[in-house]
Protein backbone atom coordinates (compact mmCIF):
# COMPACT_ATOMS: atom_id res chain seq x y z
CA UNK A 1 0.00 0.00 0.00
CA UNK A 2 1.38 3.26 -0.57
CA UNK A 3 1.41 5.80 1.46
CA UNK A 4 -1.76 8.16 0.44
CA UNK A 5 -3.51 4.62 0.46
CA UNK A 6 -2.66 4.67 4.07
CA UNK A 7 -3.73 8.07 5.05
CA UNK A 8 -7.01 7.44 3.37
CA UNK A 9 -7.84 4.30 5.44
CA UNK A 10 -6.99 5.89 8.60
CA UNK A 11 -8.82 9.01 7.72
CA UNK A 12 -11.96 6.94 6.32
CA UNK A 13 -11.19 5.13 10.48
CA UNK A 14 -11.46 8.07 12.23
CA UNK A 15 -14.25 10.15 10.32
CA UNK A 16 -16.28 6.37 11.03
CA UNK A 17 -15.50 6.09 14.47
CA UNK A 18 -16.51 10.33 15.13
CA UNK A 19 -20.17 9.44 14.15
CA UNK A 20 -20.57 7.15 16.67
CA UNK A 21 -21.05 10.73 19.49
CA UNK A 22 -23.73 13.11 18.98
CA UNK A 23 -23.05 16.81 18.90
CA UNK A 24 -23.91 19.20 21.51
CA UNK A 25 -27.24 21.49 21.49
CA UNK A 26 -28.29 24.27 21.89
CA UNK A 27 -32.16 25.14 23.59
CA UNK A 28 -35.40 25.52 20.97
CA UNK A 29 -37.62 28.18 20.55
CA UNK A 30 -41.19 27.30 22.70
CA UNK A 31 -42.76 28.18 19.99
CA UNK A 32 -41.00 24.87 18.02
CA UNK A 33 -42.51 22.58 20.18
CA UNK A 34 -45.51 20.59 18.82
CA UNK A 35 -48.79 20.50 21.40
CA UNK A 36 -50.08 16.47 21.01
CA UNK A 37 -53.50 15.61 22.37
CA UNK A 38 -53.94 12.30 22.64
CA UNK A 39 -54.99 10.35 19.37
CA UNK A 40 -54.03 10.92 16.17
CA UNK A 41 -52.16 14.08 15.63
CA UNK A 42 -50.52 14.94 12.02
CA UNK A 43 -47.52 16.31 11.34
CA UNK A 44 -45.88 17.22 7.67
CA UNK A 45 -42.04 17.22 7.13
CA UNK A 46 -40.75 17.78 4.11
CA UNK A 47 -42.81 15.48 1.37
CA UNK A 48 -44.25 13.13 4.03
CA UNK A 49 -47.21 13.55 6.14
CA UNK A 50 -46.98 11.62 9.64
CA UNK A 51 -49.44 10.63 12.47
CA UNK A 52 -47.68 10.54 15.99
CA UNK A 53 -50.32 8.57 17.52
CA UNK A 54 -49.79 10.12 21.80
CA UNK A 55 -51.36 7.37 23.86
CA UNK A 56 -51.60 6.17 27.67
CA UNK A 57 -50.90 2.96 29.07
CA UNK A 58 -51.97 2.55 33.01
CA UNK A 59 -50.91 -0.26 35.22
CA UNK A 60 -51.72 -1.05 38.99
CA UNK A 61 -48.08 -0.13 40.04
CA UNK A 62 -48.91 3.63 40.16
CA UNK A 63 -46.52 4.15 37.12
CA UNK A 64 -48.53 4.66 33.96
CA UNK A 65 -46.79 6.52 30.91
CA UNK A 66 -47.48 8.19 27.24
CA UNK A 67 -46.47 6.30 24.53
CA UNK A 68 -45.71 7.96 21.10
CA UNK A 69 -45.56 5.92 18.08
CA UNK A 70 -45.25 7.75 14.70
CA UNK A 71 -46.19 6.38 11.34
CA UNK A 72 -45.43 7.81 7.81
CA UNK A 73 -48.64 7.78 6.01
CA UNK A 74 -48.43 5.67 2.36
CA UNK A 75 -48.54 8.24 -0.70
CA UNK A 76 -51.49 5.69 -1.81
CA UNK A 77 -54.41 4.65 0.59
CA UNK A 78 -53.95 1.00 -0.13
CA UNK A 79 -50.33 0.99 0.73
CA UNK A 80 -49.17 0.03 4.41
CA UNK A 81 -48.43 2.92 7.02
CA UNK A 82 -44.78 3.16 7.82
CA UNK A 83 -43.87 2.81 11.23
CA UNK A 84 -40.91 5.10 12.36
CA UNK A 85 -38.47 3.47 14.30
CA UNK A 86 -36.70 5.07 17.06
CA UNK A 87 -32.71 4.04 18.92
CA UNK A 88 -33.22 2.00 21.70
CA UNK A 89 -31.60 0.47 24.93
CA UNK A 90 -31.10 -2.70 23.33
CA UNK A 91 -31.44 -2.29 18.78
CA UNK A 92 -34.49 -0.63 17.65
CA UNK A 93 -37.52 1.40 19.65
CA UNK A 94 -40.93 1.10 18.14
CA UNK A 95 -42.32 4.36 19.94
CA UNK A 96 -40.78 7.41 22.43
CA UNK A 97 -42.21 6.77 25.78
CA UNK A 98 -42.22 8.91 29.08
CA UNK A 99 -41.40 6.74 32.15
CA UNK A 100 -42.81 7.66 35.22
CA UNK A 101 -43.01 6.47 38.86
CA UNK A 102 -45.43 7.39 41.48
CA UNK A 103 -42.13 9.59 43.05
CA UNK A 104 -41.33 11.35 39.55
CA UNK A 105 -41.17 11.73 35.79
CA UNK A 106 -37.94 9.64 34.70
CA UNK A 107 -38.20 10.39 31.04
CA UNK A 108 -40.06 12.49 29.18
CA UNK A 109 -40.62 13.17 25.37
CA UNK A 110 -41.36 16.27 23.18
CA UNK A 111 -41.68 17.02 19.52
CA UNK A 112 -40.37 20.11 17.37
CA UNK A 113 -39.93 21.29 14.30
CA UNK A 114 -37.04 23.45 13.02
CA UNK A 115 -37.43 24.84 8.87
CA UNK A 116 -39.62 22.19 8.12
CA UNK A 117 -37.35 19.69 9.70
CA UNK A 118 -39.20 17.08 12.91
CA UNK A 119 -36.86 16.29 15.99
CA UNK A 120 -37.76 14.37 18.74
CA UNK A 121 -36.55 15.24 22.53
CA UNK A 122 -36.10 13.16 25.17
CA UNK A 123 -35.23 14.14 28.59
CA UNK A 124 -33.63 11.54 30.98
CA UNK A 125 -33.04 11.72 34.64
CA UNK A 126 -29.75 10.41 35.46
CA UNK A 127 -29.06 8.13 38.40
CA UNK A 128 -32.52 7.22 39.50
CA UNK A 129 -31.40 3.67 40.63
CA UNK A 130 -31.14 2.43 44.45
CA UNK A 131 -33.40 3.37 47.62
CA UNK A 132 -35.15 6.65 47.52
CA UNK A 133 -32.87 7.67 44.35
CA UNK A 134 -36.28 8.95 42.70
CA UNK A 135 -37.24 11.21 45.87
CA UNK A 136 -34.73 13.49 44.91
CA UNK A 137 -33.30 16.06 42.03
CA UNK A 138 -31.27 14.43 39.90
CA UNK A 139 -29.35 15.73 36.71
CA UNK A 140 -31.15 15.57 33.42
CA UNK A 141 -29.88 14.78 29.71
CA UNK A 142 -31.51 15.79 26.61
CA UNK A 143 -31.02 13.08 23.73
CA UNK A 144 -32.18 14.96 20.24
CA UNK A 145 -33.10 12.85 17.48
CA UNK A 146 -33.61 14.14 14.19
CA UNK A 147 -36.43 12.58 11.64
CA UNK A 148 -34.77 11.29 8.47
CA UNK A 149 -37.37 11.56 6.10
CA UNK A 150 -36.64 8.32 4.19
CA UNK A 151 -39.37 6.18 2.33
CA UNK A 152 -37.83 3.08 2.77
CA UNK A 153 -36.45 2.91 6.27
CA UNK A 154 -38.16 6.02 8.00
CA UNK A 155 -36.62 7.02 11.60
CA UNK A 156 -35.32 8.97 14.34
CA UNK A 157 -31.33 8.86 14.55
CA UNK A 158 -29.54 10.44 17.22
CA UNK A 159 -29.05 14.21 16.53
CA UNK A 160 -27.35 15.67 19.57
CA UNK A 161 -27.22 15.78 23.53
CA UNK A 162 -27.73 18.31 26.19
CA UNK A 163 -27.17 18.51 29.53
CA UNK A 164 -29.50 20.21 31.92
CA UNK A 165 -27.58 22.87 34.20
CA UNK A 166 -29.80 22.46 36.89
CA UNK A 167 -31.05 19.28 39.09
CA UNK A 168 -34.81 18.33 38.61
CA UNK A 169 -37.21 16.11 40.23
CA UNK A 170 -39.25 15.58 37.07
CA UNK A 171 -37.72 15.22 33.91
CA UNK A 172 -40.54 16.97 32.44
CA UNK A 173 -39.99 20.08 34.57
CA UNK A 174 -36.50 20.23 32.58
CA UNK A 175 -37.88 20.59 29.21
CA UNK A 176 -39.69 23.63 29.72
CA UNK A 177 -37.32 25.43 32.18
CA UNK A 178 -34.14 24.39 29.89
CA UNK A 179 -34.69 23.24 26.38
CA UNK A 180 -37.40 25.31 25.05
CA UNK A 181 -36.30 29.22 25.53
CA UNK A 182 -39.57 30.99 26.70
Known sequence: MTWFKHMSALVL???????????P??????????????????????????????????NLSASGFDTF????????????????????????????RNYETADANIQSIS??????QLYAVEAVRNNVSGPGANLKKAGVDFHVYKFNQDWDVPMFNEEAVMHA???????????KKEFYLR
Open 111 to 116: FYKDGG
Open 25 to 58: VRPVSAQAELRLKYGSNEVKAGDMVLHIVRGFVG
Open 69 to 96: TVYVLPEKAEEPWLLVTAPAPKGIGFNL
Open 165 to 175: KSQYQDASEAL
Open 13 to 23: AVSMMAGGHAA
